[in-house]
């Protein structure tokens, strides 16, 4: 029988989920709990380069993990690593500690095992910034953490190496995360420069912003750096991330820069082989050489994913995917009132949700039709719609996600009927209009930058649209549209709005019944088109423009909408008058989840982001799914979340989110290594805006006419800001 936990804390357990509403209601106070995960000193290691794991039971509710204390020296261990598992490999008695060999044998039960923390050469301690922890024990991934202590020699008899692990209950905003690195390789001698390359490209769907770096090598190893590739693919690239193997071998803080989806990012390890006289391969010894890069990064929905040789590994139940088990409910969230239909504004009503889209700095946009309606009689024999003027109310609308609350609207006399929005990774606004047969692209508080088509005219070349749907957007700001109810194909244009090519369907195939939604992924250089009468997605090859394959989704209903999801995933939404929207998986439709009570909806558009912080509590943030329901009597936006078959919902209140209009102001003011402050980690990183000014000729009338407007609405949303931040000090 090895050694118990050694555990200070107080407190009881988690609600059950069923319970969820009391649980926001309900007002406890946090606790701060410290675990140490140690090698039994019952544990005897004779030999050389001995691998150890050891595991404790974590308590049974959701904490945060937000500091690491090694309690170890570098004269004994090696390194260690920090592993999450579901379950161990080997799960010990209630109580009870369990210690075994792990030299080719895993760290956990089953294929979620995820590095969390790695140190080395008498590393300082790790505190991660105000605001950001893992999530760990129930309702996490993280049920379990696993400590590998690697020893260079014979074990000391009194010996008990681990780690002090820091948990809190408290919640908060943002997840950690972790991009590991590791490769297989050998290195000829009598190099004094040989690299070791691992490249691989971000699957997911949020932006992640890094905050620290690990790297590790052995002897050989003289430099680790992270570079990303640049987005027009030439060119030397931006160093992301860099360290020496040599000194000590904990967690460094990086200037934060935001990685995107998409993003391709190359791990080189330097060594210098010059003195060896024989090959060195990678392995666990220390005669063995390592290339392995571990970057700590944060967002909103956690994303931890190993890299290695090239390829992205990633189990159904890692951190921030989506569960199989798990159940789409409307949101519980007592404060969620977005706007009405039937709301007034300044000029009439805001009319039916047409789209909605999530933007990098986390606010939610709506897309609204003002009142008007596309009924029989809305477009002539020859595509031009019948209203002669534009809608006269604000139909874009910013809100906060969590509440409903109205930033900020703009959009009056721009749109005859406004059909798909999007916003890109520079918080610029790009709406899809089938009456004015143009895709518009605006800054976050209206100002006009861009449109492609030709306005009220509908057609079929390469300077014309008919019924553009939707556009979607490459990293190097090229960007594509669906074209749309009366053009079968998908169009690509060059950053500055001029054509770029197209992607069709082969000649002799079926036509695409209506170019519906599309979305673009960019890490496996593909096109996805929902053809929503056809029940299908086409797939093209975004750079040959052949087509790969279609997939049909018939059994599940019309293909109304595409979205990106957690780590690559292409998410649809599909419905047939009569039955239940369903979200699944395009290249896995075992994976899906129904909209309960959604059978008279009409969804028309979704967007994914993190539901409410109070829901979630410590554990991992969950997903919240926002549905526009298109038709009269459907109501405002509708948002579901998915719960985990085993959540739990967290036990204290939580102060009603602030809403004021989003500022990109810095969130996290520090890393604290060793209990020193790092000014390289101090500003959050800012993203700059690219302003695009081609507007055709003839329009520049609509910009001078919302400049005045728009700068008054910036003026009293920086007045909210200030008046909100007064507030809170």
Same mark, same amino acid.
């Given at each position: 029988?090895?050694q118990?936990?050694?555990?200070?804390?107080?407190?009881?357990?988690?609600?059950? +989920?069923?319970?969820?509403?009391?649980?926001?209601? !309900?007002?406890?106070?946090?606790?701060?709990?410290?675990?140490?995960?140690?090698?039994?000193? /019952?544990?005897?290691?004779?030999?050389? @380069?001995?691998?150890?794991? *050891?595991?404790?039971?974590?308590?049974?509710?959701p904490?945060?993990?937000?500091?690491?204390?090694?309690?170890?020296?570098?004269?004994?261990?090696?390194?260690?690593?920090?592993f999450?598992?579901?379950?161990?490999?080997?799960?010990?008695?209630?109580?009870?500690?369990?210690? %075994?060999?792990?030299?080719?044998?895993?760290?956990?039960g089953?294929?979620?095992?995820?590095?969390?923390?790695?140190?080395?050469?008498?590393?300082?301690?790790?505190?991660?910034?105000?605001?950001?922890?893992? /999530?760990?024990?129930?309702?996490?991934?993280?049920? +379990?953490?696993?400590?590998?202590?690697?020893?260079?020699?014979?074990k000391?008899?009194?010996?008990?190496s681990?780690?002090?692990?820091?948990?809190?209950?408290?919640?908060?905003?943002?997840?950690?995360?972790l991009?590991?690195?590791?490769?297989w390789f050998?290195?000829?001698?009598?190099?004094?420069?040989?690299?070791?390359?691992?490249?691989?490209?971000?699957?997911? =769907?949020?932006?992640?912003?890094?905050?620290?770096?690990?790297?590790?090598?052995?002897?050989?190893?003289?430099?680790?750096?992270?570079?990303?590739?640049?987005?027009?693919? /030439?060119?030397? $690239?931006?160093?992301i991330?860099?360290?020496?193997?040599?000194?000590?071998?904990?967690?460094?803080?990086?200037?934060?820069?935001v990685?995107?989806?998409?993003e391709?990012?190359?791990?080189?390890?330097?060594?210098?082989?010059?003195g060896?006289?024989?090959?060195?391969?990678?392995?666990?010894?220390?005669?063995?050489?390592?290339?392995?890069?571990?970057?700590?990064?944060?967002?909103?929905?956690?994303?931890?994913?190993?890299?290695?040789g090239g390829?992205?590994?990633?189990?159904?139940?890692?951190?921030?995917?989506?569960?199989?088990?798990? !159940?789409?409910?409307?949101?519980?969230?007592?404060?969620?009132?977005?706007?009405?239909?039937?709301?007034?504004? @300044?000029?009439?009503?805001?009319?039916?949700?047409?789209?909605?889209a999530?933007?990098?700095?986390?606010?939610?946009?709506?897309?609204?039709?003002?009142?008007?309606? +596309?009924?029989?009689?809305?477009?002539? !024999?020859?595509?031009?719609?019948?209203?002669?003027?534009?809608?006269?109310?604000?139909?874009?609308?910013?809100?906060?996600?969590?509440?409903?609350?109205?930033?900020?609207?703009?959009?009056?006399?721009?749109f %005859?009927?406004?059909h798909?929005?999007?916003?890109?990774?520079?918080?610029?606004? +790009?709406?899809?209009?089938?009456?004015?047969?143009?895709?518009?692209? =605006?800054?976050a508080s209206?100002?006009?930058?861009?449109?492609v088509?030709?306005?009220?005219?509908?057609?079929?070349?390469?300077? *014309?649209?008919?019924?553009?749907?939707?556009?979607?957007?490459?990293?190097?700001?090229?960007?594509?549209?669906?074209? $749309?109810?009366?053009? /079968?194909?998908?169009?690509?244009?060059?950053?500055d709005?001029?054509?770029?090519?197209?992607?069709?369907?082969?000649?002799?195939?079926?036509?695409?019944?209506?170019?519906?939604?599309?979305?673009?992924?960019?890490?496996?250089?593909?096109?996805?088109?929902?053809?929503?009468?056809?029940?299908?997605?086409?797939?093209? @090859?975004?750079?040959?423009?052949?087509?790969?394959? *279609?997939?049909?989704?018939?059994?599940?209903?019309?293909?109304?909408?595409?979205?990106?999801?957690?780590y690559?995933r292409?998410?649809?939404?599909?419905?047939?008058?009569?039955s239940?929207?369903?979200?699944?998986?395009?290249?896995?439709p075992v994976?899906? %989840?129904?909209?309960?009570?959604?059978?008279?909806?009409?969804p028309? @558009?979704?967007?994914?982001?993190?539901?409410?912080?109070?829901?979630?509590?410590?554990?991992?943030?969950?997903?919240?799914?926002?549905?526009?329901?298109?038709?009269?009597?459907?109501?405002?936006?509708?948002?579901?979340?998915?719960?985990?078959?085993?959540?739990?919902?967290?036990?204290?209140?939580?102060?009603?989110?602030?809403?004021?209009?989003a500022a990109?102001?810095?969130?996290?003011?520090?890393?604290?290594?060793?209990?020193?402050?790092a !000014?390289?980690?101090?500003?959050?990183?800012?993203?700059?805006?690219?302003?695009?000014?081609?507007?055709?000729?003839?329009?520049q009338?609509e910009?001078?006419?919302?400049?005045?407007?728009?700068?008054?609405?910036?003026?009293?949303?920086?007045?909210?800001?200030?008046?909100?931040?007064?507030?809170?000090?």
């Amino acid at each position: 029988m090895f050694q118990a936990l050694s555990l200070r804390t107080h407190g009881g357990h988690a609600a059950l +989920w069923a319970v969820v509403i009391a649980a926001l209601t !309900a007002s406890v106070v946090g606790e701060t709990t410290t675990v140490d995960i140690t090698v039994p000193d /019952s544990v005897t290691v004779r030999g050389q @380069d001995a691998y150890i794991c *050891t595991t404790v039971e974590l308590p049974n509710k959701p904490y945060k993990l937000v500091g690491v204390e090694a309690l170890a020296k570098q004269e004994v261990v090696h390194h260690i690593l920090l592993f999450g598992c579901d379950v161990p490999y080997s799960k010990p008695k209630p109580g009870e500690q369990s210690a %075994w060999e792990c030299v080719g044998k895993p760290a956990c039960g089953d294929p979620s095992e995820t590095i969390l923390y790695g140190w080395g050469r008498n590393a300082d301690r790790l505190d991660l910034p105000p605001g950001v922890g893992f /999530s760990v024990g129930r309702g996490s991934a993280v049920k +379990w953490i696993v400590a590998q202590v690697h020893y260079l020699d014979p074990k000391p008899a009194a010996d008990k190496s681990g780690v002090r692990l820091k948990l809190q209950d408290t919640p908060v905003p943002f997840s950690g995360g972790l991009l590991s690195y590791a490769s297989w390789f050998s290195i000829p001698p009598g190099k004094p420069h040989f690299l070791v390359q691992d490249p691989c490209c971000y699957r997911g =769907f949020q932006p992640l912003t890094t905050f620290a770096v690990r790297v590790h090598t052995h002897a050989l190893g003289q430099r680790v750096s992270m570079t990303r590739a640049p987005a027009s693919g /030439s060119g030397h $690239g931006e160093i992301i991330a860099a360290g020496d193997p040599q000194k000590p071998q904990g967690f460094y803080p990086v200037t934060p820069n935001v990685l995107w989806p998409g993003e391709r990012l190359n791990v080189v390890c330097d060594f210098d082989s010059t003195g060896n006289t024989v090959i060195v391969g990678a392995g666990p010894s220390h005669e063995h050489e390592m290339c392995n890069m571990y970057l700590m990064v944060y967002s909103a929905i956690p994303h931890i994913e190993m890299c290695s040789g090239g390829n992205s590994v990633v189990d159904e139940t890692t951190p921030g995917n989506l569960p199989r088990a798990a !159940a789409l409910l409307p949101d519980p969230y007592p404060l969620w009132k977005p706007p009405e239909p039937t709301d007034a504004t @300044d000029k009439g009503m805001f009319g039916n949700v047409a789209s909605v889209a999530l933007g990098p700095d986390g606010t939610l946009w709506a897309l609204h039709r003002g009142g008007r309606v +596309w009924g029989p009689g809305a477009f002539d !024999a020859n595509e031009r719609i019948t209203d002669q003027e534009p809608i006269a109310v604000d139909v874009v609308v910013q809100m906060h996600p969590d509440t409903g609350k109205v930033l900020r609207k703009w959009g009056a006399g721009h749109f %005859w009927m406004p059909h798909m929005i999007t916003i890109d990774r520079n918080n610029s606004v +790009w709406v899809a209009d089938v009456g004015r047969h143009q895709v518009l692209k =605006f800054t976050a508080s209206g100002q006009l930058l861009m449109t492609v088509g030709r306005k009220l005219q509908p057609g079929h070349d390469k300077l *014309t649209l008919c019924k553009p749907t939707q556009a979607a957007f490459m990293n190097d700001g090229s960007f594509l549209v669906s074209d $749309g109810y009366c053009n /079968s194909r998908v169009m690509r244009f060059n950053p500055d709005g001029s054509y770029h090519s197209q992607y069709e369907l082969p000649k002799g195939s079926s036509f695409i019944g209506v170019a519906h939604s599309l979305v673009l992924d960019e890490c496996d250089g593909e096109v996805l088109l929902a053809d929503r009468e056809g029940m299908m997605v086409h797939k093209w @090859d975004l750079n040959t423009r052949q087509l790969i394959e *279609t997939i049909s989704l018939a059994q599940y209903g019309k293909v109304w909408a595409l979205v990106k999801g957690p780590y690559g995933r292409t998410l649809a939404l599909t419905w047939q008058p009569g039955s239940w929207a369903v979200l699944l998986d395009v290249s896995q439709p075992v994976f899906h %989840w129904r909209l309960p009570n959604s059978s008279s909806l009409w969804p028309h @558009d979704l967007a994914l982001g993190p539901a409410a912080l109070p829901l979630t509590g410590a554990g991992d943030r969950l997903l919240a799914v926002y549905v526009a329901p298109l038709c009269k009597e459907c109501g405002a936006i509708q948002k579901y979340v998915l719960f985990p078959q085993d959540f739990g919902a967290p036990r204290k209140d939580l102060p009603a989110p602030v809403v004021a209009p989003a500022a990109r102001k810095p969130v996290l003011a520090h890393i604290h290594v060793g209990g020193q402050g790092a !000014a390289a980690a101090a500003a959050a990183a800012h993203v700059q805006q690219q302003h695009h000014q081609e507007v055709p000729e003839g329009e520049q009338d609509e910009i001078k006419d919302m400049d005045e407007k728009t700068e008054r609405e910036d003026e009293q949303a920086e007045e909210e800001v200030q008046k909100e931040e007064e507030q809170e000090d």
